[in-house]
């Protein structure tokens, strides 16, 4: 099992930018992706972006991409998200997951709050 703390949430405008930091530890991530999905009030839980821990190929959801980066640094064992010119429609509950490449997403975080201001 894989444990899951993400940080960095909080309140900002329109336009403005936020990193967010997932730690992770448990096991070895060697064969894991690495995503962030959020959930707004009201609405289901979307994804937003994933990385292979292994080869740092990514991937995004088309309404965050060139916006959004992930990355992961290997040494830190944390997972980053970082989000740019941010809109009203990214705030929500974002969350850490993780997973065997192939297999649905096992482990989640407890969710970090973004709230983005007009």
């Known amino acids: 099992q894989v444990q899951l703390v993400e940080s960095g949430g909080g309140l900002v405008q329109a336009g403005g930018s936020l990193r967010l930091s997932c730690a992770v530890s448990?096991?070895?991530?060697?064969?894991?992706?690495m995503g962030w999905f959020r959930q707004a009030p009201g609405k289901e839980r979307e994804f937003v972006a994933a990385?292979?821990?292994?080869?740092?190929?990514?991937s995004y959801a088309d309404s965050v991409k060139g916006r959004f980066t992930i990355s992961r640094d290997n040494a830190r064992n944390t997972v980053y998200l970082q989000m740019n010119s941010l809109k009203p429609e990214d705030t929500a509950v974002y969350y850490c997951a993780a997973g065997l490449s192939g297999s649905p997403y096992e482990d989640w975080g407890q969710g970090t709050q973004v709230t983005v201001s007009s």
């Open positions: 990385v292979r821990w292994s080869s740092g190929i990514t």
């Open positions: 448990g096991r070895t991530f060697s064969g894991y992706v």
